[in-house]
């Protein structure tokens, strides 16, 4: 079977959304199938053609960067058009956003190729949560109706939980025609309680230190500056207390300010980013983990990678109980949830986390033990083959999967 996936952006540049999607090629090529992959105007500034990234080919969209967004949907169009007649695609996978999907419809309808819609999350609500739209605003409400109708027009739909499976379902999608491929991890690319580097541990200052910690992107709805002003909190309890924070993102500058501004300049570290392939060496430094995401709707629906990465090392950490994360996370099984948005109860979590270490290897066995029976990637993936298959029948077409 050959599949053809049409992507936001892709590797060589770094995010969830690239590392989700290599993963799922990765299991897809286990399973035997043929993968092609194709990224829109969103990838950058390209003259087309094909590009080689940690192994993996990813044919570009050809673009100047200036375009709109109707006028990327055209260019997108045509690059699938062209790919489809010299590579044949048995399915066609757009990936989020919208953007994605219906130029893929379009192509999917001219060459009767069955179309498997992935939405990771809904194009309206990431809007609002960049700050570039207002909820219930007229863009917002054109934005979740091409939305709606390309969920409505796909032959299957899968989505990575069972929040947004529901937010499709109101759309009125049949059920019948949504599958959770949920969020995972590949265990083997994690160690379980690793001992931390000490010449890293020493380079950053933390010989010696507890540390509180995030690895990922700094994005407002992350909530780190709770974070920071849980730690000022803390800090008169626990006198070694720093705070590493690695990553970077659009919130980096003012979270610099906030901590100058609160005179942490000498407890909070900020490593700047740092290659995928060497953040577990991060992780390690890290005694308690922060996932202190604010309620706002995206991060209610759409469950995180990170907490899963944390658990698959059995790294200690608290969250805040949004439901992207009630989702993931057992509250004292596999981490622990707090009020979301109340930097008291952020640091109440804290201070009970790290005064009770006695609890530590246990949490962090049942953590390991539930991303390797019920999150990894193999597991996740293997639910396409009904998806595909139904999509397939849909066009009157069987194909041994």
Known sequence: MR????????????SGYAFRTVSILREQRKLGWETFHVTTPKQGVSSGGAEEADGWTFHRTANTGQEGLVAQMRLTAARLDDLVQTLRPDILHPHSPVLNALP????????RIPVVYEMRASWE???VDHGTTAEGSLRYRVSRGLESFALRHADQVTTICEGLRGD????????????????AVDVSAFTFGAE????LRRSLGLDGKTVLGFAGSFYGYEGLDLLIRAARQLVDRYPDLRVLLVGGGPQDANLKALVAELGLSDRVIFSGRVPHAVVQRYYELIDVLAYPRLPIRLTELVT???????????RMFVAS????HKELIRHGETGFLFRAGDVDALAAAIDDVLTHRERWPQVRQQARSFVEVERTWATSVARYRDVYRRALAARGRTLSI
């Open 304 to 314: 995180p990678l990170k907490p899963l990465e944390a658990m698959a090392q059995g």
């Open 168 to 183: 499709i379902a109101v759309r009125g999608v049949p059920d019948e025609r949504i599958t959770v491929i949920p969020n």
């Open 321 to 324: 109980d949004v439901g992207g």
């Open 104 to 111: 893929a419809l379009w192509v999917g309808r001219k060459h």
């Open 125 to 127: 609500d990431a809007a």
């Open 196 to 199: 931390a580097d000490p010449e």
């Open 3 to 14: 599949v053809l996936h049409v992507l936001d952006h892709s590797l060589p540049l770094h």
